[in-house]
């Protein structure tokens, strides 16, 4: 895909994310990889209602930045996760609500943070791993990342946000999505006893589709 378009997409993407509520302020980033192995990032400081696409931080392959205001400090999570998952072709951070309040539960379980209650939290997002809080932009998020060797798509920040990788922009938002609503779902069915997917079901839905689904 070229890169008018990518970052067309970018910004269509950020804007519809932004209008959802999804992740308010200056809050939020979006990297894409660009043909030549080089990246598309959203600026430091900017809102995700308003980014000029002529603007976003554009790196090339060695990871010089080339054009474009200064990139997010949050790049090492970004980098992280390009750096350990050959397929990520995309990845998304936001500052979403539902998201957030689960990862300060303290009954949450850290490997396994997003409940299976639907199909397509499972096929779309893996196992979730909550992280520690990291002080923003301390370079320490990006270890921490790194540490999971690229066997996970989505983790959750605790008290801070999600980060969702993808093979590209859309899968990433949608992955993304669906790691919003099911916490959504997780916070609204706490302590009601929710029906989740059982293990057979998860498993059919694994072999089914077969997903990368780590153990
Ligand atoms: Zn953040």
New binding site residues.
């Given amino acids: 895909m070229s890169d008018a378009r990518l970052r067309e997409d970018i910004c269509y993407w950020a804007q519809s994310m932004f209008a959802r509520g999804l992740t308010g302020g200056a809050?939020?980033?979006i990297s894409v990889r660009t043909e030549d192995g080089g990246l598309l990032v959203t600026p430091t400081g900017s809102s995700f209602g308003r980014l000029d696409p002529a603007r976003l931080s554009r790196f090339d392959e060695r990871g010089q930045l080339i054009s474009g205001d200064a990139p997010?400090k949050?790049m090492p999570?970004h980098t992280a996760f390009y750096e350990t998952r050959s397929s990520a072709g995309a990845v998304v951070?936001?500052?979403s609500t539902h998201s957030v309040a689960l990862s300060m539960l303290p009954d949450t379980n850290p490997d396994d943070m997003v409940p299976p209650l639907t199909a397509y939290s499972v096929m779309r997002l893996g196992r979730v791993k909550l992280l520690p809080y990291f002080r923003?932009g301390d370079a320490a998020m990006g270890d921490a990342v790194r540490s999971l060797a690229g066997r996970r798509s989505a983790v959750v920040?605790a008290n801070?946000?999600p980060?969702v990788a993808g093979k590209d922009l859309e899968a990433a938002v949608f992955a993304m999505e669906e790691l919003e609503e099911t916490s959504k779902l997780a916070l609204l069915t706490r302590g009601h006893s929710p029906i989740g997917l059982t293990d057979p079901q998860i498993r059919d839905i694994v072999q089914h589709f077969k997903l990368d689904w780590d153990a």
């Fill in positions: 809050s939020g980033n997010t949050e999570l951070h936001l500052h923003p920040l801070h946000g980060v």
